[in-house]
């Protein structure tokens, strides 16, 4: 049976701060394991958020963004609309991340309902290198249990066992 | 620096974001414009010390946009590196992936990116010009058809990378995995659905933008008109390809200026530099860096979909080259100039993908058991190049005797195109901006439009200059006092 949630981490696993989807994305994998939360990876928004996100009724995206409104690791969640200025939602070689739901909407292409982005404000996205910035390190176990927390609220996975795990 | 500024920047302001500036002088007159770009830093430390075969896998990584051009040049690289020539069927499979990604990059760009200006027109509302615009003018029926040519180059990527997005198929002297027949009947049955979508994408651009009087205006116009040198991959007899042949850059007028296999880029090509900016400018070396200027003595040149059709002879397909004849007919000859003509190579250079794709899957050697030459020599240095969709792309690596990475350098198919990205927004720029005004919309969109052409991927950074983002242009007093802000949301 196919899950009906998944957990997209998006970024760049060489690239600094940038891979800190990836890393809330493999923390998560193990603990959610059993669960039928299904968790991916993936490098590239835009029109492939059609592939990431088709079939599925509810999705957590997890994006690096920079736009200072709060310091290095401040965690925002946001909804799809606000998302637009996260690293890999804009799509500038194809489309933003509300462009391929829109698209999606329009031909008919079975996407989530229900759309939580969390991003975390970073310091590096230039510097080809593995491993988060301390500051953005420290933000993964907040991420961690902000989405457990919604995953509970959607009653997906009981919330206890998880955010006590 | 007296007179007044103007930037353009990403509306959100992101670190690492790029960066049009247009300054004007006292009489509010474009001077000139500088694309600043932030630039990947520690790729080659990330590199060094690693054994160079990890390096096709790895490079996949610098790009979320064409990882699989990466892959290939970087797998050309290693063969040069260990200097070992992969057999007929590894060769295939290379260029059939690559064909197919291709044909699923291509794709997108007409009907995400460029084709919005064209199909719905550069007048309309930004909110309109995007894909869904696009659909509303084309038909959903059209829109299906863009997903699922996706999806089927993925699949094709799929088969034969090992994986959708990031391939790790090639090694130093072939590919690490054949294809069955099963695989190749689908991958057959794929290719015939792309050849269909091509034709009708030519069509899209026959009847909506060719049938428009004003879009044939817009292109032909001199707001788009670029005089530069241009280069692209040929093969042994003078056609397009993109993954194996010589470079050719001919000059502005079409006449054969050099042409040389990768492994001499250094000879032909150098690399200006700037003082207000880290990225460097590659120029032909033979005709010497004369600053931002176009012409016949300018080292300026383009590597670009439209490049890469002037340098050849024509096109090595059929139903592509028709269209290659029809385009140069339309035009006025070899080689065009104008830079929204890129979107019209870029739908013919479609044509060819899908139907070489084709081509290789029924290729009685693509089922081939012999796809891997071992490499028995002693590994020290090599230089890999491809046609990215982008422009030409070069990989150059060296290593030690036990294949270890000491130096890596890259140019990619966007720092090929820097020198004439900057020179195309200057003259968008000029056009529109006289006596310090410009038109808000107007100048927003066609500045972008005209590094729209270009698609441009700088550095493979992933904070590149938008193709299509919210932008902002500050206008600023010589006293540095903001003046205006031209947003977009």
């Known amino acids: 049976m196919k899950s009906h949630t998944v957990v997209v981490g998006l970024g760049n696993p060489i690239l600094a701060d940038d891979g800190i989807g990836i890393a809330v994305a493999r923390a998560l994998e193990p603990r959610l394991a059993g669960t039928g939360v299904a968790v991916a990876e993936s490098a590239w928004g835009g029109m492939r958020f059609l592939d990431l996100l ?52 329009r031909l008919g292409i079975p996407l989530p309902k229900s759309i939580v982005v969390f991003a975390v404000e970073v310091d590096d996205t230039t510097t080809v290198r593995e491993g988060l910035s301390p500051a953005v ?29 | 620096m007296t007179g007044t500024r103007i930037s353009i920047d990403p509306i959100t302001r992101l670190e690492g974001h790029g960066k049009i500036d247009i300054f004007l002088d006292d009489e509010g007159e474009v001077t000139e414009t500088y694309l600043q770009i932030p630039e990947l830093r520690g790729f ?10 990890e390096l096709p896998r790895i490079v996949t990584r610098i790009c979320g946009v064409c990882p699989e051009a990466h892959h290939l040049a970087s797998a050309k690289t290693c063969d040069a590196v260990y200097h070992v020539d992969p057999p007929p069927t590894a060769k295939k499979l290379r260029e059939l992936l690559y064909s197919a990604f291709f044909t699923g990059d291509h794709t997108l760009h007409f009907y ?30 059209a829109g299906k058809r863009v997903i699922q040519l996706r999806a089927g180059a993925q699949e094709v990527v799929k088969i034969l990378g090992g994986k959708a997005v990031h391939p790790v198929t090639s090694l130093p002297g072939g590919v690490s995995k054949g294809l069955t027949e099963a695989e190749r009947a689908r991958i057959e049955e794929l290719a015939k659905g792309f050849v269909d979508f091509a034709g009708f994408t030519l069509q899209v651009f026959e009847d909506v933008v060719l049938g428009n009087p004003a879009y044939v205006d817009l292109i032909t116009g001199e707001v788009y008109r670029q005089q530069v040198h241009s280069m692209g991959t040929v093969d042994g007899q ?79 397909t059929p139903k592509a080259q028709a269209a290659y004849v029809r385009m140069y007919e339309v035009l006025g000859g070899k080689p065009v100039h104008f830079t929204l003509a890129t979107h019209w190579a870029r739908v013919i250079e479609l044509m060819y993908a899908a139907e070489h794709t084709l081509e290789l899957a029924t290729d009685p050697e693509i089922t081939g058991k012999d796809i891997r030459t071992l490499p028995t020599a002693t590994p020290d240095e090599g230089v890999g190049q491809v046609e990215a969709p982008r422009g030409t792309l070069f990989h150059h690596y060296q290593t030690d005797a036990r294949g ?86």
């Open chain 1, 54 to 105: 088709t079939g599925f009724d509810r999705a957590v995206l997890v994006d690096a963004i920079q736009w200072r409104h709060g310091p290095i690791g401040t965690v925002y969640c946001l909804t799809p609309e606000e998302a637009i200025p996260t690293v890999r939602a804009v799509g500038y070689h194809d489309v933003s991340l509300g462009l391929a739901l829109q698209l999606g909407a």
């Open chain 1, 137 to 165: 390190a420290a933000a993964v176990p907040e991420v961690i249990q902000e989405i457990e927390d919604l995953l509970a609220e959607w009653g997906v996975v009981e919330g206890t066992r998880l955010t006590r795990g």
């Open chain 2, 44 to 53: 080659e430390k990330f590199c060094e010390g690693r054994p160079v075969e």
């Open chain 2, 112 to 141: 995400a990116l460029g084709g919005p200006d064209f199909v719905v027109g550069p007048t309309a509302p930004a909110a309109e010009r995007n894909i869904l615009g696009v659909i509303g003018k084309v038909g959903l029926e």
């Open chain 2, 238 to 316: 003078g056609r397009v390809n993109f993954y194996d042949g010589e470079v050719r850059v001919v000059d502005t007028a079409g006449k054969p200026l050099i042409q040389f296999p990768a492994k001499d880029y250094l000879q032909h090509l150098a690399e200006h530099v700037e003082p207000w900016t880290y990225l460097k400018y590659p120029y032909l070396k033979r005709v010497g860096w004369k600053g931002f200027v176009e012409g016949q003595d300018s080292g300026v040149y383009r590597a670009t979909p439209l490049s890469r059709l002037n340098a050849a002879d024509g096109m090595a």
């Open chain 2, 404 to 489: 270890i990475v000491q130096k890596v350098n890259l140019i990619v198919g966007t720092t090929n195109n820097h020198a004439a990205i900057s020179l195309a927004v200057k003259r968008a720029a000029k056009h529109l901006i006289h006596k310090g005004t410009a038109p808000d919309e107007g100048l927003l969109n066609m500045v972008e439009m005209a590094f729209r052409a270009f698609d441009p991927c700088f550095g493979c950074a992933t904070h590149s200059l938008p193709g299509r983002m919210p932008l902002e242009i500050q206008l600023r007093g010589s006293d540095g006092s903001l003046r205006r802000t031209i947003r977009r949301p």
